[in-house]
Every structure is written in structure tokens, then in C-alpha cells.
């Protein structure tokens, strides 16, 4: 009896520190906990709207032309406590319409929608925060490939007549973009979101009259933060 007791006090002496050292192996370090509690901080989406001042590029004499503004919706997750990768896409139209003239001689008249879309891989840089602060400047920067969509639809021509005619057209492209601006977090999850990027979009072809399209983009919007692993 005394031979039994000994025996299992011995093994429960024997496995006792397992536990502790297996939960010793699976502990992360203070540098390692920090470093994920800094990703899981800057995951984050968003959308932001803004209007895209092109440069260099006028509308042709007697042309009636529209735009809507940028749409640009991102997703991005922590590298470091100042350093996220992000990808979006943005989203900007313009139209253009061109009168029919009548009589004979008379010309179709056209409309033009130029659709153009363009994914990126952007760096948003944080240079005075770490995640957690109310108020972020931030830089970004970043390179993506661009499709440019044209939806063209002609009508009228000789003596009034409809000539038909209508077509899509897929251009493919890419652009370059950098900005500046910040976020203001009303709390745990939401923010203000306030910038101005430029957007440089070269395409491979001739595309809506013009192949390279640039300029700024003032931007506003709101950015959500996830509180999930």
C-alpha cells in the first residue's frame, strides 16, 4: 500500500510542471503581443467621396459634359502600430454628349459614358501615431492596375433618322496615387475621414479622347474599425 502511494505521488510530482511548461511554449512574448494587438488595431474599411480635378484634358467646342465625383472604397490590416497595407477601388465617371444636327449633311448625335476603375496596393503611413490615438495624419502611396470602360450610344443623323449604332469598349491601364490627410476617431470603431490624393491613370490605349488621366482628389469619408481577430 505504502509502495502504491509512493508511486503515485512520485508521477504526480513528475507531471505536475507540464502543464505550466507547455503554456510557457504557447505564451507570446511581450514584443509579440504588442505587435499583434498593433495589426488587429489599424484593420479597418472604408469609403470616401470626392470630387477628381482633372488636368490637361478639355472637352471638345459644343460638347455638354457631366461627372460624378470619386468613389473610392478600401480594405487594409496592420503591418506595424504606423504602417497599414491597403487595397481599393475607385470608381469615376464622366459623360459627354454631342448633338445630332439635322437636314441632310446633318451628323448622329452621341453619348459617351467613360467609366474608370482603378485597383490599388497602397501604404497608409501614420509618421506621429501609433494605433489608438484620436487624431491621425496619415501618407499614402500605392500603384494598381486600371480598367477603363466606355459605353457609347449614337442616335439621330440624316432627316432625324436614327442611325443606331451603340458599343462597349474595355481599355486596360494602370495608375500611381500618393496623398496626405487625416482621421478623426469619434470612438472605438469610427472615424472622419478627410484627404487629398492624386491620381496619375495611363492607359494602354487611346481611351474617352485622351490616354493619361490626372490630377487631385479632395476626399471625405468614414473609416471603420474592426474589433475581431
Known sequence: MLHRTLVTLSLLALLQPLPMAAQDST???????????????????????????????????????STLPMFYGFMRRGLDARVAL???????????????????????????????VAQTTAVRYYPFTDAGAKFEPWVLGGAGLTLGIDDRETSGGVLGGSTGGAGVSIVPGFSLQGGVGAEWWFGETLA???????????????????????????????????RYR
Open 27 to 65: 505564451r507570446m512574448s511581450p514584443e509579440a503581443a504588442a505587435e499583434s494587438r498593433a495589426r488587429l488595431a489599424r484593420k479597418a474599411a472604408g469609403l470616401t467621396i470626392g470630387p477628381w480635378e482633372l488636368r490637361g484634358i478639355e472637352p471638345p467646342s459644343g460638347v455638354d459634359v
Open 192 to 226: 472622419l475621414n478627410v484627404g487629398t490624393r492624386y491620381q496619375w491613370t495611363r492607359f494602354f490605349e487611346n481611351f474617352g479622347g485622351a490616354r493619361t488621366y490626372q490630377g487631385p482628389a479632395i476626399e471625405a469619408g468614414l473609416t471603420y474599425k474592426f
Open 86 to 116: 491597403e487595397n481599393g477601388v475607385g470608381v469615376w465617371r464622366r459623360e459627354q454628349d454631342v448633338p445630332a444636327t439635322g437636314g441632310l449633311g446633318g451628323s448622329a448625335g452621341e453619348n459617351v459614358q467613360s467609366w474608370i
